[in-house]
């Protein structure tokens, strides 16, 4: 099993910025993708951000240029720097780390923007 613990989430005003970190603990061998999804409420589950254990990453289109991903293998974790956020960023961010065919969820943080 692996566990993931997010930090990071907040209110912020439009334009701010938040940085998440996601940390795996467990059975975290051989752990390939980790990443960043996010539920608005009324909407499905969305992709935000992965990367790959190599560092390769892959954006969804809206967060191009405002979301940086980034991982430090030694530490096992993840991280989201979010700038230039927007209220329609408002949404639950959960973590998501990949063992294929496994995938593993962090339990969630909430990030507010206001407007």
């Known amino acids: 099993q692996v566990q993931l613990v997010e930090s990071g989430g907040g209110l912020v005003q439009a334009g701010g910025s938040l940085r998440l970190s996601c940390a795996a603990s467990?059975?975290?061998?051989?752990?390939?993708?980790m990443g960043w999804y996010r539920q608005a409420p009324g909407k499905q589950r969305e992709l935000v951000a992965v990367?790959?254990?190599?560092?390769?990453?892959n954006y969804a289109d809206s967060m191009k240029g405002r979301f940086t991903i980034s991982r430090d293998n030694a530490k096992n974790t993840v991280y989201l720097q979010m700038n230039s956020l927007k209220p329609e960023d408002t949404a639950v961010y959960y973590c998501?780390?990949?063992?294929?065919?496994?995938?593993?969820w962090g339990q969630g943080t909430q990030v507010t923007v206001s407007s």
């Open positions: 998501l780390a990949e063992r294929a065919p496994l995938r593993y």
């Open positions: 467990g059975s975290i061998f051989s752990l390939n993708a």
């Open positions: 990367i790959a254990r190599g560092g390769n990453t």
